[in-house]
């Protein structure tokens, strides 16, 4: 193995879920996630072989020693942890052991450097470059470590760099390219904005001959973002029908997340209505009309009206199959506009970033739990 890429906070050894630093909607373990997802990705595409943390399996230590630990059983050449910052203040900075080597060094000013331009933030500290004692992660591991801090979550400005579209993922290549130097890998990585990109960072497919997560795990991953009881009913009531229609069921759940605050609701509908996805009904209407929406007799048949509703869009079934999965609004204009997760945007709801949203807020962060 060549690196390993540690995730910032996450499921601790007790079980109990560490989000990070948190923050006007921003969650630090759920933001890195994103950067590691593009990192791994740009790295392996250069042909380097990379552990980031979901290959540790759930439950493992994820911070500090639990990763170094594992670093140093991989015997890789260097060893990465992302995180963002918090407690006021704004930019970039890598935190190194003082007794790095040079090499790490200018390869961690390179990380800091890649990321600010990517960003538009200030560099902090020297030039980007924190050397710290101290924090078990860099005094632990054997080989060249860092920890990347990409941005702080409390602060107005780095919120806005972090949330621009694709930021996080151009964050991760940033961090890639300066890493594939430091290893001497000669490659092109291509930024994640440009179209030609890897395709992972953006396409998150609909359609899925199976899931995409452990159903069992997607509890727990509901349970860390403290969901009402029902949201449980919600998953195994459409898990299942979401394979059997063709669809990712991790992707049903994230967006029944996203549609129903992890099942408090708060919104013009409430529980009562077994609608896991604000689906109107066929005449529709306005918004903030909770008659404008379908009312399901159960969770069962609402939530098949989602996936079927989901599959439409995502073009994995017809719209008369869509209609005799209890979908009211299987329109043919819909059929087949959004393959993909990010596609769902300025579609399925008018927010452009409304699918964008959903895989990177929830999805990804779903996947690794
Ligand atoms: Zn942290």
């Not at 499921?11 to 630090?28: I, M, Q, R």
């Not at 995180?83 to 003082?98: D, I, K, R, S, Y």
């Not at 890897?198 to 997607?218: E, K, L, N, Y």
């Not at 009531?237 to 408090?264: H, L």
Request: proline share 5%.
């Amino acid at each position: 193995m060549d690196a390993y890429i540690g995730i910032g906070h996450g499921l601790k050894p007790d079980g109990v879920f560490d989000p990070g630093a948190t923050s006007n909607g921003l969650e630090e373990h759920d933001l890195a996630v994103s950067v590691v997802d593009a990192y791994a990705d740009a790295m392996r595409a250069a042909g380097v072989r990379v552990e980031d943390e979901s290959h540790s399996g759930s439950g493992h230590d994820p911070n500090f020693i639990g990763s170094a630990r594992r670093a140093n059983e991989l015997r890789v050449k260097y060893a990465d942890e992302v995180h963002f910052n918090a407690g006021g203040g704004t930019g970039v900075e890598v935190l190194v052991h003082p007794r790095s080597s040079a090499a790490n060094k200018k390869a961690c000013r390179g990380i800091a450097a890649g990321i600010a331009e990517v960003l538009g933030l200030p560099l902090r500290r020297d030039r980007g470059l924190f050397l710290a004692t101290g924090f078990g992660f860099l005094t632990g591991t054997n080989m060249p470590s860092a920890i990347i801090e990409v941005a702080f979550v409390d602060t107005a400005a780095d919120r806005r760099a972090i949330r621009r579209k694709d930021a996080l993922e151009d964050v991760g290549v940033a961090i890639a390219r300066a890493r594939l130097e430091f290893l001497g890998v000669k490659a092109d990585v291509a930024p994640a904005t440009s179209s030609d990109g890897p395709a992972s960072f953006r396409s998150v497919p609909i359609a899925a001959g199976g899931p995409t997560a452990d159903r069992r795990r997607v509890h727990r991953w509901a349970d860390s973002k403290r969901c009402a009881d029902v949201f449980h009913d919600i998953i195994d009531a459409g898990w299942e029908q979401a394979g059997d229609i063709g669809i990712d069921a991790a992707v049903f759940v994230a967006q029944a997340a996203k549609e129903t605050g992890f099942g408090r609701f708060g919104g013009v509908i409430d529980a009562t209505f077994h609608n896991s996805c604000g689906l109107k009904t066929a005449a529709g209407g306005e918004n903030d009309d909770p008659d404008a929406h379908m009312r399901f007799p159960d969770w069962e048949r609402g939530t098949r009206a989602h996936c079927a509703h989901l599959a439409l869009y995502a073009g994995a079934i017809s719209t008369a199959e869509a209609r005799r999965l209890g979908d009211p609004r299987a329109f043919a204009s819909i059929q087949g506009v959004a393959p993909t997760v990010p596609e769902l945007g300025g579609k399925w709801a008018p927010d452009p970033s409304y699918g964008r949203s959903i895989a990177r807020d929830l999805l990804r962060p779903l996947r690794r739990f």
